[in-house]
Nanobody
């Protein structure tokens, strides 16, 4: 069973930086897609960024130019470098991984890590 464990959340002032990490354990394969979603109070969960095993990246418009997603395939670990943080980035950030097992996609989720940006 694949498990995702996040780390790196916390409290930071506006304009500051944080780096989130998510390590996947229990997989025999390099997971096809890894990424980050966030859920702020009163809002729906939204995609932040994803990266494929081949290195293709996708970002939400709201974080383009400020956040950078990267991964280490050998470790099945994904990172999210967050710069120029804004109060509206405050949310619980969830790591996600998707893998194609030949007949269907399977989704995995981490437990979430809180990011709070003070103004």
């Amino acid at each position: 069973q694949v498990q995702l464990v996040e780390s790196g959340g916390g409290l930071v002032q506006a304009g500051g930086s944080l780096r989130l990490s998510c390590a996947a354990s229990g997989s025999r394969f390099t997971l096809d897609i890894m990424g980050w979603y966030r859920h702020a109070p009163g809002k729906q969960r939204e995609l932040v960024a994803t990266i494929t095993s081949g290195g293709s990246r996708n970002y939400a418009n709201s974080v383009k130019g400020r956040f950078t997603i990267s991964r280490d395939n050998a470790k099945n670990t994904v990172y999210l470098q967050m710069n120029s943080l804004k109060p509206e980035d405050t949310a619980v950030y969830y790591c996600n991984a998707c893998h194609w097992y030949g007949t269907s996609w399977t989704d995995y989720w981490g437990q979430g890590t809180q990011v709070t940006v003070s103004s």
